[in-house]
C-alpha cells in the first residue's frame, strides 16, 4: 500500500525488503516532490537518489529501510531521504564512490550518483556494524543562506500500526538563541498526537521565554489532554550555555569529545500533574552537540560505539541511533542539534529543519 505523504506528516518508513520496494520508494519520492513543489528535473533526479538508495539495500544488506521526509531551509522546501541497513558495512568508502566499482556485481554507479545529483550528501559505514546514507535535495534554483548557526538532525515515526505519530518536535531559532523541543503524547495514537500538537503550539507561541516559562504555559495549554512528556533546549551561543527544563521522560545529553552529559528532567506529566519546574543550566561550546529523544528510543546508547559518526551530520546520529535504540513498540522522537560545519566536505551549514 502506497504511504500516505503530506508535507506536515510524521516521517515515513518504507522497509525495503522485496525487489518491487525500490519501485515503491520513487513513486512516493516523486510524490512528495509534487506536493513541494519542485520542478521536474529536480523532481527526477529525487527519483534516482530513492531508487539508488533502496536498490543499494538489496543488494547489499539484503533489506533495510528508507526514511523520507519534507524539510524547509530559509523558507524553502526540500527532501530527506535516509537509508538504513545493519548489513556488513563498506570497508573502503573511497573506493565505493569510483564509478564502475562494486561489490555486489552490479554496474557500481549508486553511491557515486547519489552524491552528485543531491544537493546534501553525507554517509556513516561501520564494517559488520550497517550503514546509514543521507541525501537531501534542494531546489537548483533556490539560494539557501549558508550562514545561519544551527543543523537539525530529526527521525520523527509513529508506532507501526498508527497513521499518526504522538510525539513531536520543533526547533526555532531567535537571534543568537536555538530553541528544540521534543515532546511525547501519552500513549500513542490520535489522542497523544493531538497532546503533542498543542504543546508544539504553545512552544511555538511562547518561544521568546525561558524554558522553564515555556514549560509552564505548556502544561497549562495541555489540561483539556491526555498529558504529555516534554523537554525545552535553549543553546545561548553568546553566552554559551544550554538552558533546559524538561517535565517526564524525555531524555536529553550533551556530547562533547565524545562523552554525554545527561540533562535532569523532572517527574511529571505535562497537562495533568507536574510538581516541579526546574531550569538547569550547562555549558556549550562549537563541539557540542545536543541530543534529545523520547522514550520510544532506549536510552543505553553510546556513540562511541560508531567510530566517526559524532562528525557526521546530526541526521546520520539521529538515523543511526534510531537503527540500533529503536523500542519498535511505541512511537519514537530523536533530535540532535549543533552548531553548523562543514560535513566531508560538503556544505551543510544552513538551518533546516
Known sequence: ?????????????????????????RRTATRLADRAGLD????????IIATELSTNLLKHAGQGEILVRPITGDGVLGIELMALDRGPGIANLTQCFRDGYSSAGSCGNGLGAISRLASEFDICSVPDGGTAVL???????????????????VVSIAKSGEEVCGDGWKFELLADK???????G????????????QAMESFSEHRGKAPAEIIERVHDALRSTRGAAVAVAQVDYGQRVVRFCGVGNIVAAIIRNGDARQLASLNG??????????????????ESTLIMHSDGLMSRWDLKSYPGLAQRHPSLIAGVLYRDYNRGRDDVTVLVARAAKSVAGRDFSWLTQ
Not at 508535507?7 to 515503491?24: C, F, H, W, Y
Not at 536555538?178 to 511525547?184: E, M, Q, R, S, W
Not at 501519552?186 to 500538537?197: E, K, M, P, S, T
Open 1 to 25: 500500500m502506497a504511504a500516505k505523504l503530506t508535507l506536515d506528516s510524521a516521517q515515513q518508513s518504507l522497509p525495503i525488503r522485496d525487489p518491487g520496494d525500490p519501485a515503491e520508494a
Open 40 to 47: 521536474e528535473t529536480d523532481s527526477s533526479n529525487l527519483a
Open 135 to 153: 541525501a537531501r535535495l534542494w531546489p537548483r534554483q533556490q539560494k539557501i543562506d549558508s550562514n545561519r548557526g544551527t543543523q537539525i538532525g
Open 178 to 184: 536555538g530553541l528544540c523541543l521534543v515532546v511525547d
Open 186 to 197: 501519552l500513549g500513542h495514537g490520535v489522542n497523544a498526537a493531538i497532546a503533542a500538537r
Open 269 to 286: 506529566t505535562a497537562g495533568v500533574e507536574v510538581r516541579k519546574i526546574s531550569e538547569f543550566t550547562y555549558p556549550w561550546s562549537d
